[in-house]
């Protein structure tokens, strides 16, 4: 489950990065929506994915609730899942 974490972590930076950073500039300044839509629903996925991983694992590594809501606030920031996985995901 660990793994599975990791790997969700870096892929939810990645599609936060590339919604906010690629897409919606796409769709609002070259009038280009379709990627948009595709990345949103991924990024979306991924987010929920984030949440529920982090709360298991959290769960099953007996980490607490301070570490779960680090976890959570890093799912809303551009970067912070990478450091999440970095600082960590990577010593456990």
């Known amino acids: 489950m660990l793994k599975a974490f990791k790997a969700t972590a870096i892929l939810e930076?990645?599609?936060y990065l590339a919604l906010f950073g690629v897409t919606m500039p796409l769709k609002y300044?070259?009038?280009i929506p379709g990627p948009n839509k595709v990345v949103g629903y991924a990024h979306g996925?991924?987010?929920?994915?984030f949440i529920v991983l982090a709360l298991l694992v959290c769960f099953n590594k007996?980490?607490?609730i301070k570490r779960f809501i680090i976890f959570?606030?890093?799912?809303?920031?551009?970067?912070a899942t990478f450091y999440v996985e970095e600082k960590?995901?990577?010593e456990a």
């Open 45 to 49: 996925v991924l987010f929920i994915a």
């Open 88 to 90: 960590y995901l990577r």
């Open 62 to 64: 007996k980490w607490g």
């Open 72 to 79: 959570g606030i890093a799912s809303l920031l551009p970067f």
């Open 29 to 31: 300044w070259a009038e």
């Open 13 to 15: 930076g990645i599609s």
